[in-house]
Nanobody, 125 residues
Framework: QVQLVESGGGLVQAGGSLRLSCAASGRTFSGYRMGWFRQAPGKEREFVTAIRWSGGATFYADSVKGRFTISRDNAKNTLYLQMNSLKPEDTAVYYC??????????????????WGRGTQVTVSS
């Protein structure tokens, strides 16, 4: 059974940095696409970034491009999200997700089969 467990969230001042981790277990993830989504209070869950577990292209939402970086450590089965130059509008619960049959719709929530429970990121102004 696939499990995704996020960690690393917290409270940070605007302009600061955080690194989120997502520990993945339950199967081999080669061939999967992994993504990060976020959901702010009163808003829909939105795409942040995605990467193929086996490597290759990465994708970013325009709102985080140049500030956030997605990466993975195959040996540790862990996905990361490095967030720099954080803004108050980045405040949200951040979710890790896994797509077992990647298709071009990498930003669509329905493309992902497994989800973590999320980790809260709060950016103060």
């Amino acid at each position: 059974q696939v499990q995704l467990v996020e960690s690393g969230g917290g409270l940070v001042q605007a302009g600061g940095s955080l690194r989120l981790s997502c520990a993945a277990s339950g199967r081999t993830f080669s061939g999967y696409r992994m993504g990060w989504f976020r959901q702010a209070p009163g808003k829909e869950r939105e795409f942040v970034t995605a990467i193929r577990w086996s490597g290759g292209a990465t994708f970013y939402a325009d709102s985080v491009k140049g500030r956030f970086t997605i990466s993975r450590d195959n040996a540790k089965n862990t996905l990361y999200l490095q967030m720099n130059s954080l803004k108050p509008e980045d405040t949200a619960v951040y979710y890790c997700a896994a797509d077992r049959s990647p298709n071009p719709a990498f930003s669509r929530r329905s493309s992902y089969d497994y989800w973590g429970r999320g980790t809260q990121v709060t950016v103060s102004s």
